[in-house]
């Protein structure tokens, strides 16, 4: 348990739908990211929030449309997805966006498009 | 950009010690290194981080030559329950970024009995 919880932990969707991936952190902390991993591929960083602020955005397409409404929790709410965007999505959580501070990760949604 | 090079996989056994080396040959003055652990359908965990000669904790040791171009994760005493992939990560040195850690492939360890 790393006080990061990530809902749902499988979620299959087709291209057309629209979903939501929900992260919690318990940790107090003020900086939430989403990562995602693909199959034999490094772990990639989405979006980095700070104090419910989003501080990055790495070229990520607007399919994924992340969301903070406080420290807490983070979203990443899903529209007419590709099957190449199937992966494991990570949420992590630190106390601040310090390149050498620990991130606590959750356990990962493991997204499927068909 | 700064670069991680792991070797992609190594093979041990219940009760030996495991040793794998990272090269990080453009590491910045001050970057610390910070290695992680991730199991099968989970987010990587962290295990150590250090910034020059030997860090210890109950998990592992962390070796760093004074040239800190590179650096060992040891596991004394490995056990089946260790199998998994290590990242080995330091920042990125030429970006104004705080965040971008630079994640490999990392090193997929597999404990036999």
């Known amino acids: 348990e790393t006080g990061v919880t990530q809902t749902p932990r499988h979620l299959v969707m087709g291209m057309t739908n629209k979903k939501s991936l929900k992260c919690e952190q318990h940790?107090?902390?003020?900086?939430m990211y989403w990562y995602k991993q693909s199959a034999k591929k490094p772990l990639e960083l989405m979006f980095v929030y700070s104090l419910e602020e989003r501080v990055e955005n790495n070229s990520v397409p607007s399919r994924f449309s992340p969301e903070c409404p406080n420290s807490s929790h983070l979203f990443l709410h899903l529209h007419t997805l590709q099957p190449e965007d199937s992966a494991l999505y990570l949420c992590a959580s630190s106390q601040d966006t310090g390149r050498d501070t620990e991130a606590f990760f959750g356990q990962g949604t493991r997204l499927t498009v068909v | 950009l700064a670069k991680t090079t792991q070797p992609i996989s190594m093979d041990s056994y219940e009760g030996q010690e495991v040793n794998i080396t990272c090269s990080h040959n453009n590491i910045a003055t001050n970057d610390y290194i910070t290695w992680y652990q991730q199991f099968p359908s989970q987010g990587p965990r962290f295990i150590i981080q250090?910034?020059?000669?030997?860090v210890t904790n109950e998990v592992a040791s962390l070796f760093i030559p004074a040239d800190r171009k590179s650096s060992t994760l040891s596991l004394p005493r490995v056990s089946l329950s260790d199998t998994a992939v290590y990242y080995c990560?330091?920042?990125?040195?030429?970006?104004?970024?705080?965040?971008?850690?630079?994640w490999g492939a990392g090193t997929k360890l597999i404990i036999k009995p």
């Open positions: 250090g910034y020059k000669t030997k």
């Open positions: 990560l330091v920042g990125d040195g030429l970006a104004d970024s705080n965040y971008q850690l630079i």
């Open positions: 940790l107090g902390h003020n900086a």
